[in-house]
């Protein structure tokens, strides 16, 4: 390692030498004793680590004046999924919801469109270019996501000034004020991270108003679900996937899940619309979006420990996985994959009416 990294400095003729960063620094013995000997007229490098242990063990037994020791991820905090999951998300999918949104939007009548909210506002995309056009009278969108990173991409991307995007995960915490505020509460491919559906329902009660209505337009089943199961059987890659279990809707393996979820809404003080499930082909344009896109949306404590020196092999392991599902190739060199869409329409009942 030494002697390649002195062949390396040889060749760094145009850069000055002030600050470096040492990424994964680990315990810190590189740092001190290979790239700080290389490093004589530096002013400081920082060494980050995602393990706090490394990072004590560096200061302890590896400390300088020169070199700054910290526990960084800083995949995490310089964060590109949000971008690629954006630019890869298949066209026809966001169709679909600009489709089904505006057949729904003419069902919701004797409701207003002063606030609402978009729940699980992922990029920010939807939220501007589908809803907002929707909703040409509304005065206010509140956009939530669990994810700051989405959040920091949607403020930036995709602002608006009738968009307030926020971090917030509405099934842990609602602001009292929020008591009856919204007219109408919409989740697009959001719905299937809800594990607690009655409490959700119930939230869902509290921030509508009397008449107000929630609209859902998402995924109940798709193959990259049974492919994280599959993954997560796998001698080699088993380790990452421990708890993946919680990433999976309860839709992906109840058959019936419509009636029961009618039944519930009922129960909670609402009207249901439409519950409704239907078959529909995803089309990817080439491969690469369908690997740069299911990436993306692999859950991110999943990826980060995945080693970057493995990362291609378990994709392409990741793609052959998905070859045994329902996966047409067209002659344009498009290909479709097949998901089951859920769509959920309720009205909060107008007991005052």
Request: a negative charge; aromatic letters at 12%.
């Amino acid at each position: 390692m030494e002697s390649r990294l002195s062949h390396y400095v040889s060749k760094m003729i145009r850069c000055n030498w002030n600050i470096f960063l040492d990424f994964r620094c680990c315990s810190g013995e590189v740092t001190k004793n290979m790239l700080l000997s290389h490093c004589r007229n530096l002013t400081k490098i920082i060494a980050v680590d995602v393990q706090p242990a490394f990072v004590d063990f560096a200061k302890e037994t590896f400390g300088h004046e020169r070199i700054e020791y910290m526990g960084l991820d800083i995949t995490e905090k310089m964060n590109t999924k949000p971008a690629q999951y954006c630019s890869n998300r298949p066209g026809n999918v966001l169709e679909c919801i600009d489709s089904r949104l505006s057949h729904y939007v003419s069902k919701m009548t004797g409701s207003n469109w002063d606030v609402v909210l978009d729940f699980g506002c992922g990029p920010g995309d939807v939220t501007k270019n589908i809803l907002l056009s929707h909703c040409p009278n509304v005065t206010k969108i509140i956009a939530v996501d669990v994810q700051s990173a989405l959040v920091d991409f949607a403020k930036e991307t995709f602002g608006h000034e009738r968009i307030e995007y926020m971090v917030l995960d509405i099934t842990e915490k609602t602001p009292s004020q929020w008591s009856k505020m919204f007219d109408k509460v919409f989740a697009f491919l959001s719905f299937h991270y809800v594990r607690d559906v009655r409490k959700f329902l119930n939230i869902l009660h509290d921030i509508l108003k009397p008449g107000g209505y929630f609209l859902s337009i998402g995924i109940a089943s798709a193959p990259a679900f049974s492919v994280w199961l599959e993954m997560s059987l796998k001698e080699e890659w088993k380790q990452y996937f421990i708890g993946i279990e919680k990433y999976i809707p309860v839709t992906h393996v109840l058959k019936d899940y419509c009636n029961g979820f009618k039944k519930l809404a009922k129960e909670c003080g609402f009207v249901p619309i439409a519950v409704t499930s239907s078959l529909e082909s995803v089309i990817f344009d080439s491969e690469k979006q369908f690997i740069d896109f299911h990436e993306s949306v692999l859950p991110e404590e999943i990826v980060k420990q995945i080693p970057l020196e493995n990362f291609d092999k378990f994709l392409d392991d990741y793609r052959k996985a998905f070859q045994k599902y329902e996966v047409t190739y067209n002659t344009d060199g498009t290909f479709a994959v097949q998901h089951t869409v859920l769509e959920i329409c309720l009205q909060f009942e107008n007991t005052t009416s």
